[in-house]
């Protein structure tokens, strides 16, 4: 099955937004360097704020010292598939920038522009064939510490990378969701005029 078979636009748009999602069963196949370099490439041209571009971010690609340092900043339950990924990346946002001052001011688009960089990273590693699957589930204070991340920084979230694999080798309890997610209908998200519903 492919992401397409599953999801369907109400309105016309590129494939490539349908295709784009987030599976748990990756192979355990390795990725060059200059590939992941690529994604990121892709992310640094993502709408900025005043073009403060406050996304970083720390990778380890599998086989190396680092992975498993990355690897063990996730909840148990993601570890449990993403240590079948080809990398892991934890997305870290720059939370304040200084003033005419010198004062540190907190940023108020910090996540907003992040969350476009990552989503810039995600859709091009789609198109050249690879999935990458964001995760909350994170021991931040963890990440913080053993990535050595500075005063006025946060970590958003981890994301795993890698080559879709059959999903018979994910455990039992995650095969059955291994499969497209669906979305909510335009309707219940974007309203003229004025906010509706919850």
Do not use: C
């Amino acid at each position: 099955m492919t992401a397409t078979d599953n999801r369907k636009a109400d309105y016309p748009i590129d494939a490539l937004f349908l295709e784009r999602w987030s599976p748990r069963a990756f192979t355990s196949e390795e990725i060059e360097e200059n590939a992941l370099l690529s994604f990121f490439e892709a992310a640094r041209w993502a709408p900025s704020a005043s073009n403060r571009q406050p996304w970083r971010f720390v990778y380890a690609r599998r086989g190396t010292e680092r992975f498993p340092v990355l690897l063990d900043t996730l909840d148990e339950g993601n570890q449990r598939w993403a240590k079948n990924a080809a990398a892991l990346v934890i997305v870290i946002s720059k939370t304040h920038n200084p003033a005419q001052s010198g004062e540190m001011r907190p940023s108020y688009t910090h996540a907003f522009d992040t969350g476009s960089a990552w989503y810039s990273l995600a859709l091009q590693a789609s198109l050249a064939g690879w999935h990458t699957h964001g995760m909350a589930g994170i021991d931040r204070d963890k990440a913080m510490r053993v990535l050595n991340v500075p005063e006025y920084h946060r970590v958003e979230a981890a994301v795993a990378i890698g080559r879709l694999a059959d999903p018979a080798t994910l455990p039992d309890d995650l095969r059955a969701r291994e499969i497209p997610s669906q979305r909510k209908p335009v309707s219940e998200f974007a309203f003229e005029g004025q906010f509706k519903g919850e």
